[in-house]
């Protein structure tokens, strides 16, 4: 079978609607564009338990759509495999039984091929719907949006990380080129002491997490107007960086030694000189000195900070700077020194789908910005990521502040 054919989304009939159902053909299509050039194979690969294979997120958007829009909401509508109900459930503890995280490479049943039929029954009811008129469902289905762009960019994450373990260095786009390289000057803004407002204003789409609308107190502060370069990394690892503990908090130092971290992740001596080479989607590549730095963790983040005399913003200070002054977007997620706690009088929506986000509020920290793989229109000013201190697989960087 042809999967480039049998996973196009826009080459199927054009039904007349509103633009919520052209958003939710555009945002379906842009996932299987992206496992379109894998085989089954590479489909299949969990490389890691915190990953998932390409063809589990093909899955779990789907589930998203059929569980908490279609069953509820459109009468007489058919599942399309009650077994998809347990196996293809994230983390909606709610909702029942689901497959254990660590064990979704197990699954070579059902097939990719099953799985875009999956995904076909599902955008016929989606698509019945909302040209039916979605009224009071359409915030419930713009988050269901939001999520499989959220699954987007894991695909990429995944798919790195699972390419990266095979020794032949499989390349997944040859023509894929790192985010624009920053000049080598790096300036400093300043920003006033005062009472701000921070978190989403209720215009457009915005997570739980957003919200509520706070006031937050900051004293004077300065921040970069670009994220740390390669080269300046590669200066840390040279002045022994990662074999200085005053430089590391206790369970950086803990979680450095033990997995023996020497670099960044996917970075590795070129032919075993000074020069580094990353892995990246388009295969081994060389380092460039002027790229952001990316693929740290918070621990990496935060020592390199400590090294340079600098700190890491808070996301509050990360963004009342971002409505000030221009900031690196669309390279790498940027590491804050914010815990993710729930802002003042947060509280999740009622039933399963509140377990969106609240119920990870805890053992997290927050990154700012967006990345090269975040989807277009996906990210804002406000928007929250977060990942455990140790994670590094994502596309995560740097940018340093201090005290003005």
Request: glycine share 8%; hydrophobic share 40%; aromatic share 12%.
């Given at each position: 079978m042809n999967h480039d054919q049998a996973i196009n989304l826009s080459t199927a009939p054009a039904v007349s609607g509103t633009p919520l159902l052209a958003r939710y053909r555009e945002v379906r299509a842009a996932s299987e564009a992206i496992t379109a050039a894998l085989s089954d194979e590479d489909c299949q690969l969990q490389s890691m338990p915190d990953a998932s294979p390409a063809k589990w997120h093909l899955a779990h958007t789907s589930w998203f759509f059929e569980t908490f829009v279609l069953v509820p909401h459109l009468p007489g509508y058919a599942c399309f495999d009650p077994s998809y109900a347990m196996l293809f459930n994230s983390y909606y503890v709610a909702l029942g039984d689901r497959h254990p995280r660590p064990e979704r490479g197990m699954l070579s049943r059902p097939?990719?091929?099953?799985?875009?039929?999956?995904?076909?029954?599902?955008?016929?009811?989606?698509?019945?719907?909302?040209?039916?008129?979605?009224?009071?469902?359409?915030?419930?289905?713009?988050?269901?949006?939001?999520?499989?762009?959220?699954?987007?960019?894991?695909?990429?994450?995944?798919?790195?990380?699972?390419?990266?373990?095979?020794?032949?260095?499989?390349?997944?786009?040859?023509?894929?080129?790192?985010?624009?390289?920053?000049?080598?000057?790096?300036?400093?803004?300043?920003?006033?002491?005062?009472?701000?407002?921070?978190?989403?204003?209720?215009?457009?789409?915005?997570?739980?997490?957003?919200?509520?609308?706070?006031?937050?107190?900051?004293?004077h502060f300065r921040i970069a107007d670009r994220l740390v370069s390669a080269g300046a990394y590669q200066q840390f690892i040279e002045d022994g960086g990662y074999r200085r503990p005053e430089l590391w908090l206790s369970d950086g130092w803990d979680a450095a030694t033990h997995a023996g971290w020497e670099a960044p992740l996917y970075w590795q001596r070129a032919f075993g000189e000074g020069d580094w080479q990353t892995f990246s989607p388009a295969g081994l590549r060389s380092l460039h000195p002027d790229e952001a730095?990316?693929?740290?963790?918070?621990?990496?983040?935060?020592?390199?900070?400590?090294?340079?005399?600098?700190?890491?913003?808070?996301?509050?200070?990360?963004?009342?700077?971002?409505?000030?002054?221009?900031?690196?977007?669309?390279?790498?997620?940027?590491?804050?020194?914010?815990?993710?706690?729930?802002?003042?009088?947060?509280?999740?929506?009622?039933?399963?789908?509140?377990?969106?986000?609240?119920?990870?509020?805890?053992?997290?920290?927050?990154?700012?910005?967006?990345?090269?793989?975040?989807?277009?229109?996906?990210?804002?000013?406000?928007?929250?990521?977060?990942?455990?201190?140790?994670?590094?697989?994502?596309?995560?960087?740097?940018?340093?502040?201090?005290?003005?």
């Open positions: 097939s990719r091929v099953e799985i875009v039929a999956y995904r076909r029954h599902v955008d016929a009811a989606m698509i019945r719907l909302i040209s039916a008129g979605a009224g009071p469902l359409s915030e419930l289905i713009e988050l269901g949006l939001h999520h499989e762009q959220q699954h987007q960019e894991l695909l990429h994450m995944d798919i790195l990380h699972a390419f990266s373990r095979n020794p032949i260095g499989p390349v997944y786009d040859a023509d894929w080129q790192p985010p624009k390289r920053a000049a080598p000057n790096q300036r400093w803004h300043t920003i006033s002491a005062g009472l701000y407002r921070i978190g989403h204003e209720g215009d457009g789409f915005g997570f739980d997490n957003e919200s509520p609308l706070h006031r937050v107190w900051l004293e730095v990316m693929h740290i963790s918070y621990y990496e983040a935060d020592a390199f900070a400590r090294w340079a005399g600098a700190r890491l913003p808070t996301e509050a200070e990360w963004e009342i700077a971002a409505r000030r002054v221009t900031q690196a977007q669309g390279i790498g997620w940027q590491w804050t020194s914010s815990a993710y706690s729930p802002y003042p009088g947060f509280a999740p929506a009622p039933g399963a789908v509140g377990e969106y986000n609240g119920k990870f509020m805890i053992n997290q920290m927050v990154l700012r910005g967006s990345a090269w793989a975040t989807p277009s229109g996906h990210a804002r000013v406000t928007y929250r990521n977060f990942f455990p201190p140790h994670a590094r697989w994502m596309m995560s960087a740097i940018r340093l502040a201090d005290q003005a």
